[in-house]
């Protein structure tokens, strides 16, 4: 099979957790493990997510600045894109150490973006580190941030617009014909408009990991889609009395649910399952990067496909 994997930024440095390299390569480590595993006899596409990383870097740069005034801050285009060669390298090096016989490459995708999308004006994607309410709030009161709640904590929102299209595709398909893993689409690429000439500018967004990776699937004719993530199915009633997991559901059914999922965290991954499966009639899933073989075997992790009729919930 074709299966592309996007793989959550908290699976790449769990939350809370000190954003070193150390702790960085020791998750990318573990990951890497599994990944390897699903990688005989399929070919692999592998995006991944950046927002932690790319709130540390905003920070730094902002820092700096602080410091010396005439050293503008990267804008946020530029920070993505460092991200995905600092992530990109360091799991291309993991499996590269693993599967010796399997080349790996990365490659900078570019994401294209509507320049008047409202999200422009409604910050939605958390980046960077947790806080603490009163953190947030001090922090925002400071800094002119948005934030959000994610979780029990808060962190930094910055806009997030839907992508539209992505470039590179061909390159993509030139790699996996010669047996190649690629990484690709890392931070939901890096968020860009294309004028009338046909010429790309970068902007000042976070495009959503998940929702450009379904595109990216889409593009690649994908047999399978997965969401690698902290959580082993999506739910109802998140961390809440009466908390049901999702077995497997039709797109449709599961898209009635939407308001039980969380803008930012769940609601972003299940509509990139519901819009892979609509417009492929392929199968997606939502689970825990930790049961990835069994998710590729449709033994764990919510399923997503159009041979569901309903919700179905693990008992």
């Not at 990267?74 to 016989?101: A, K, W």
């Not at 061909?170 to 996996?176: G, Y």
């Not at 492929?280 to 049961?291: E, H, N, Q, R, V």
Request: hydrophobic fraction near 45%; proline fraction near 5%.
């Amino acid at each position: 099979m074709r299966i592309v994997v996007a793989l959550g930024g908290n699976a790449l440095l769990k939350r809370g957790e000190p954003m070193t390299a150390q702790n960085q390569s020791a998750n990318i480590r573990l990951a890497a493990e599994q990944l390897a595993k699903v990688k005989p006899k399929n070919e692999l596409i592998i995006s991944h997510g950046n927002g932690p990383q790319v709130g540390l870097l905003a920070l730094q740069h902002a820092a700096y600045y602080a410091q010396d005034s005439k050293i503008e801050p990267y804008p946020l285009d530029v920070l993505v894109s460092q991200t995905v060669g600092m992530i990109g390298y360091m799991l291309q090096q993991e499996l590269t150490n693993l599967l010796t016989e399997t080349p790996t490459q990365t490659l900078v995708t570019q994401v294209i973006v509507d320049e008047h999308d409202p999200a422009f004006s409604k910050p939605s994607k958390p980046i960077g580190q947790v806080y603490t309410q009163a953190e947030a709030e001090k922090l925002a009161a400071e800094k002119g941030w948005t934030v959000m709640p994610d979780g029990q904590y808060y962190r930094r929102a910055v806009p997030s617009p839907k992508p539209q299209d992505v470039t590179g595709i061909n390159a993509v398909k030139a790699l996996l014909a010669q047996d190649h893993i690629v990484i690709c689409g890392g931070g939901g690429g890096v968020p860009c408009v294309k004028n009338a000439q046909g010429q790309l500018t970068g902007v000042e967004a976070v495009v959503d990991k998940d929702l450009a990776t379904a595109v990216i699937a889409n593009q690649l004719d994908a047999d399978l889609f997965i969401i690698a993530t902290d959580v082993n199915a999506a739910c109802v009633n998140f961390q809440k009395e009466g908390e049901r997991k999702i077995a497997k559901a039709n797109p449709a059914a599961l898209e009635a649910l939407s308001a039980e999922f969380a803008a930012g965290s769940m609601g972003p991954k299940v509509q990139a399952v519901i819009n892979f499966v609509k417009a492929t009639g392929k199968d997606a899933a939502i689970g825990s990067l930790s049961d990835i073989e069994d998710i590729v075997a449709g033994k764990a992790g919510t399923r997503v496909s159009l041979s569901a009729n309903e919700v179905v919930f693990y008992e």
